[in-house]
């Protein structure tokens, strides 16, 4: 199984006011393609830090980060932009849908705006809404969905552009039991169609519990079954 | 493309959605393009007037005006004059004789013989007849157009209001056609009859006519203050002193109207009258279009320029509408750079957005426009002369055009700093404070702006206010665009600086000794800066409470404004040392930038100067000199209420907790209030200063001729030369006979030609002698020898024994006195002229009287016994000559007009005019309070234009202010909401929101009314040696101040409302 993504001595340190906290203490991390990973960790343990290192929302002090084979880690602003549009899906706990636009326009974005287009834009988003369950609520804006929807949508969203992994920060945080299996299922059965590489971020151990493999972010360093890695 | 699509249709729906943001983000567009609209569109409206009908607006294709002093006439003495064709009459004016009016006809038919000519009669013998309407008791100026009613106009009709000719009313010498102004004024209607001074028969109002019909006449202003009435000629003869209208075609001016009124023909026709008549003065329709276009196109650029300053005001409203569109949308932009988007497509989403919102605001803005310019039409008490409705369409155009880019220019900056959210944000959605963008950032946009903004001012101004670029002072304008921009720069940065911001302990030695040097130096100005403040604010309340600026007032506002200004520093010292480091900063780098950008620019416009030779270039630097210079005065505005704010909100609280929020929410959002404030300060000066200084002169006015002239009833008599002593006689015998005349002082005026001062030791000095001395002594640029010439070119008896005027006299002065009797002595003016020409106590002048007849000396010498000490400028001296003499000094000669003032019970003036008119011929009565009403009425006239101007900048800075409000309530809808799930009842938070925006109203008002008082205060302490004479108008400053919480108030009521009755469920979950 080939490497989807690289993490190789990864810190991150930020100044505050006079200060400069170290939140990420040097991490190496390895996920295979096709793999779901689950990050669980406290709050302040750095998790959304890791999280926006992983998708290339932000740069590390030190170390390297390899996404689908590219070092992002010293990538310019602009160049780090279509890495995120092309190469990473991105699902937020708030969803962060666009609350202006339809289902079909959220989801259509990514590939409005991607260097190369790969698919026709409204066309790519009805099949992915239809394969998320989502068919009778095409032109549905997000404030006339509920939770459960408005995440598939922004799941449908992230894969907009067929990227080989997607993040996912708390996906069923909002969402009620039933509506964040229901979301869990869709993105397992993602993988399986797609062979996606997924990364988990939850709080939620039953859901970490349904990942291939679970590690654990404690004050900046990463545990796998009580080791550090 | 299909990226625009999308930004359009983003933008579209998110203005949608957007409530209350957007339609007060429209409302500051549209109040802005509103008034680009209107002003351009009355503008149009004033050059439709001017040069709608040429002919009919000229009076014909030629108007011919005889020689002597007043508007479109050569001044006598330029040519030889033919005293067969021109005359003078006894007011000093020319007018055609018959033989003239003639010859002017022969010489226009000889090769024209279809051309007609008539003329407007002036009677050289009596030329106050029949200009006071006597009617209701009293006698009111009007202006007479006696004209040959069958002839006149030579184009068009004059139309009554019910739809007549003037020929179809005007059957009889009596009958009489009168202006829509007059008849209002004395509730005169058709079939009205009324006495003309000067004439026994009644007069029969036949119609009413639009002033508009002689609203070109040379005496526009009288048309409009006054009004005017149509007379036939042939009612010349029912006047006394009357010459009779055969034979006697006296005409003030000549009307040609030729058979082809093509300009090469009438250009021909009055060249041959110029040749034959060279010292006449001729208007044509040529003329005419070309003056008036030039007019309409100064009036229409100014306008525009006016509008444009409300619409960068709205500007205001939109920088901060954007902002707060960005920082409650950074999420959203997190999402969006997330998902793909690069920063320069965020900023492109949201400049078409802030596009699409001055697309709508300005079109809305526009219907606005239109309709305010044609509401305009119906205020024409207000404007003193009727419009003519018309729809300009490049009003609409320039107005949308400017509403447009004035948006996007100002939408610029916030939407760069939308590009410069960072995606990471998405992560912790929680903090909303917007990114810094950067010094490269910030000087890019501030620099755009300007050159936009100095592009959009090229566009209106163009070269109007540049220097020709063969002049060496052309440099200048380009060495001070690149100064300003320069200095304008360095200011910019300093902020970012770490000698600013990082705490001093961390900072190296080099940091440090910059930030201690740039503390002393921003506490050195902010000190006397603050000194000023206080300073200024006591001066104000001192000129209030007392009424006069004293040398101790002065002393008392300076030790209140050292004291103050150094308390506020010492506080600032130990509080917020940072803000003294900025200052300090910001000034010294724009003071050491700003030279450099001379040297710069200097050697930048030395090579236009020499080797391109390029005006645009000049013309485009003076215009962005022009925009950075406001703009550096916006921001120390900016800079100084922000100040303001903060001093505020250290008031004390007074332990209520109501209070503290109100203050603490202004202190966290002083940039947004100051910015705020600075559009209502602008609104409410700008009302102030034209409402204040208004009223001002207004009571000025009333004050001088009620304290000093010591009467409320004028008596003017011209005087022939026969009559003369027993016109005083009689007029004497009238004063002291009439019951309720408890005082007089009575006038003879002589038209003197000034000879010579005889110096005691014999020496003399002539008139030009003298005007050599004066130049030589006077000021450079300072005009004095016309002042002199004014001076000495009237004298002026006086009864010893009545009321003479109180001067005050230097040592060695006097004032006449009763032993002055018969004596050739005289009291002077000691005006800066006389002063300048050393005339002293003791000298003698001596004039000539041009109308001595028979054994009457030519020439008298009269003895200087008093030099009055004047202040510049006292325009509360008496009525009269700046030199007067005993009266019975004069050897008998007749005066050239006599006057008086009486002092008379009010239910006494009518019984008193009816003698007069009865028994002193060619006298008019005026009381003093129609020359006020005539005074405020052109006061008014002359304001109208700036007094619109100002109302529609207040409107916008109102819109601006509600904008804010409508913003900050949506921002703190948690807060808000917090508030109440506290408990706080609804009335409480609303009462806090009008606090806080009561508070900024009154901060405005303070500023805005504070420095119109000001100003005034200085001009009348300056003018009148520091008495204010009561003309400061605490009353409007008052009202205006209330004005000015009022529209804060009602603002915030507007959109505080709402929110405040919001369920708090409902804002915590949503927000």
Known sequence: ?229 | MEKLAFYFTHSWNDLRVGGKRTLFALLCIAAGVAAVVSLQNLGAMIGASLTGNIQELNRGDIRVFPPGPGPNRESVGDTRIDNRYVETSGSGTSVFTYEGVLAIEQAVQRYDPDARVTYRYFSPTNPIAGTFLEVNNASQPILPFVIEVDKYPPYGEILTTDGQTIQAVMNDPTDIVISDNAATDHNLKVGDQVRLNSSNSLFTVRGIVDREAEALSENVIFVTLVGFYYMDVQAVDLFTDAESIAGNRHAAEVYVSLSNGEPEFVAEMSQRLQRQFRYVSITTTTDLRDRNSQITDAVSDLVLLMGFVSLLIGGIGIINTMLVIVARRTTEIAVLKTIGLQARQVTMLFLVESIVLGIIGSIIGCFLGVGIAYLLQYFDTFFGTRLTWVFSSEAIIRGFILGVLVTAVFGFLPTLIAGQVRPGHVLRPSTTQLPSIGIIHTLIATFVILLALGTISWSIIGGRLSVPVDNSWSILSVALAFAFAFGIGGAAIVPGMPFVNRDPKKLGTLNLLLRWGFLLFGMVVQTVLQGMLFFASAIVVVAIVNGKITTDSLYLATGIGVIFGLLVSVQGFLRQRSIFVALGGILLAFAVLFGIGMAVGGGVGWLIHNYSDSQAAIDFFTNLTLVEASFMLAMMMIGVLWFLVTLTARTPALGIPDVKISLRSLVFNRNRVSTTLMALVVGVLTLSLVTMFATSLKRLFAFSLEENLGGNVLVFTLVGSSNWEANLTNLEDVLQTTEGVKDYTLIANYQVDFVALEKPDGTRLKRAQLATLVEANAASGENMTDFLDFTLSNIDGRFVDQALPKKEFAAGSRQLNAGDEGQQVVVVTGNRAIQLAGIQPGDKLIFEFPKATGNQPRQISFLIVGVTDETIGDIGSDVGSPIYAPIDAFSGISPDAMGGVVNIDEDQVNVFRRQILDRVNNTIVLETRFLNQIVNRLIDQFTALPFLVAVLNLITGGTVIANSVALSTMERRRQIGVMKSLGVQRERVLGMLLLENGLMGFLAGIIGVGVSLLLLIQLWAFLFDGELKGALPVGTALLLMALCVGIALVAAILTAWGASGEKPLNVLRNE
């Open chain 1, 1 to 229: 199984m080939s490497t989807a993504i690289l993490l190789e001595n990864v810190t991150k340190t930020v100044e505050l006011g006079d200060q400069r906290l170290p939140i990420i203490k040097g991490i190496s991390l390895e996920v295979a393609r096709g793999e779901i990973l689950g990050i669980i960790g406290p709050s302040g343990s750095g998790k959304s830090t890791l999280l926006g290192l992983l998708g290339g929302l932000d740069t590390p002090t030190t170390g390297r980060v390899v996404i689908d084979g590219i070092d992002i880690s010293n990538m310019s602003e602009q160049r780090l932009t279509h890495i995120r549009n092309e190469r990473i899906g991105f699902v937020f706990q708030l969803f962060h849908l666009i609350p202006t636009l339809t289902a079909v326009q959220n989801v259509a974005l990514p590939i409005r705006f991607a260097e190369k287009r790969k698919y026709n834009p409204n066309q790519r988003a009805i099949e992915l809404l239809t394969m998320l369950g989502l068919e009778h609520r095409l032109k549905h804006r997000p404030s006339q969905l509920s939770g459960g929807q408005q995440q598939r949508v922004a799941i449908a969203r992230a894969l907009a552009n067929d990227p080989p992994i997607l993040l996912c920060d708390e996906p069923t945080g909002n969402l009620d039991t039933v509506s964040g299996q229901q979301v869990l299922d869709s993105l397992k059965d993602i993988r399986e169609r797609l062979q996606t590489t997924i990364i988990i971020v939850t709080h939620d151990l039953s859901i970490a519990n349904q990942t291939d493999r679970t590690v654990t972010l404690e004050d900046g360093v990463l545990l796998e079954k009580n080791r550090i890695i």
